[in-house]
């Protein structure tokens, strides 16, 4: 047996997966996609650093912001990812 058929097959794999998947990422506004547009916090308005310096391993793998403003936490399509800040203990 040859080992053509299934290079072919691992060359098929990969390029679905570094061109499709990408593409309804983008489409999809997900992990995957590929954000070109300049973003601001949802918070306060403030435009993102066009050069970004991740805060954490998420933001230096998958993308986003840290505000410089309000320290609220951004995904690379704008929307806020952080925890909603508490006030207090809520009860009775």
Avoid: Y
């Amino acid at each position: 047996m040859h080992a053509t058929p299934l290079l072919v097959l691992f060359a098929i794999a990969g390029l679905v997966w570094f061109v499709v998947f990408p593409i309804l990422g983008t489409t999809l506004k997900d992990k995957w996609g590929i954000n070109l547009h300049r973003v601001s916090c949802p918070r306060c308005g403030t435009p993102m650093p066009v050069v970004r310096k991740p805060a954490s391993m998420s933001q230096a793998l998958l993308g986003g912001w840290t505000c410089p403003n309000c320290r609220c936490e951004v995904d690379k399509w704008g929307r806020n990812i952080s925890p909603p800040a508490h006030d207090g203990p809520t009860g009775a």
